[in-house]
Antibody
Framework: QVQLQESGPGLVKPSETLSLTCTVS????????WSWIRQPPGKGLEWIAY???????NYNPSLKSRVTISVDTSKNQFSLKLNSVTAADTAVYYC?????????WGQGTLVTVSS | QSALTQPPSASGSPGQSVTISCTGT?????????VSWYQQHPGKAPKFMIY???KRPSGVPDRFSGSRSGNTASLTVSGLQAEDEADYYC???????????FGGGTKLTVL
């Protein structure tokens, strides 16, 4: 059974960079696409980006200028960096397998942007 | 790209059927066979329920079905059960660059 687990700081200061890692277990990161999706408190889902195991990435146009997604097949991990964060970036961040559909999801991690 | 349009709420009594719509454009819902649906209970991660408009992953009850007409996709839940009370989201590829867009979500209440 494939499992995904997000990790990273739960609190980030405004203007700084949010960094999260997703560790995949129970299966190889190869041969699939991997995504980041977020959900502000009380709001809906927003796709951020996806990346193939070979490193080909696709970004939400509204976030593209601030986002970098990367993959490390040797560690079975992929990562998200979002720079110049503001309070509007406060959300639960999910990692997921796939590029639509998303068939396996992590439990999510709340990242709060506050000084 | 704009979010897909879903009704904020839907409801039905146990045993009844309810349909949730997801309206987009010919550049997303109407243009791709890659519409998916997710169920999310409070405080939990979304669960994958439907893919490619109408296909059910293994383990999803056949009470859940998907369809599409033009630029509007629909999720129908038949034989409503208390455990079906949750938020439901649709998603689709959007545009020629295969970006992904979600609907705003629908809160399903079982009366």
């Amino acid at each position: 059974q494939v499992q995904l687990q997000e990790s990273g700081p739960g609190l980030v200061k405004p203007s700084e960079t949010l960094s999260l890692t997703c560790t995949v277990s129970g299966g190889s990161i190869s041969s699939y696409y991997w995504s980041w999706i977020r959900q502000p408190p009380g709001k809906g889902l927003e796709w951020i980006a996806y990346i193939s195991y070979s490193g080909s990435a696709n970004y939400n146009p509204s976030l593209k200028s601030r986002v970098t997604i990367s993959v490390d097949t040797s560690k079975n991990q992929f990562s998200l960096k979002l720079n110049s964060v503001t309070a509007a970036d406060t959300a639960v961040y999910y990692c997921a397998r796939g590029d639509n559909p998303f068939d396996y999801w992590g439990q999510g991690t709340l990242v709060t942007v506050s000084s | 790209q704009s979010a897909l349009t879903q009704p904020p709420s839907a409801s039905g009594s146990p045993g009844q059927s309810v349909t949730i719509s997801c309206t987009g454009t010919s550049s997303d819902v109407g243009g791709y066979n890659y519409v998916s649906w997710y169920q999310q209970h409070p405080g939990k991660a979304p669960k994958f329920m439907i893919y490619e408009v109408s296909k059910r992953p293994s383990g999803v009850p056949d009470r859940f079905s998907g369809s599409r007409s033009g630029n509007t996709a629909s999720l129908t839940v038949s034989g409503l059960q208390a455990e079906d009370e949750a938020d439901y989201y649709c998603s689709s590829y959007a545009g020629s660059n295969n970006h992904v867009v979600f609907g705003g979500g629908t809160k399903l209440t079982v009366l």
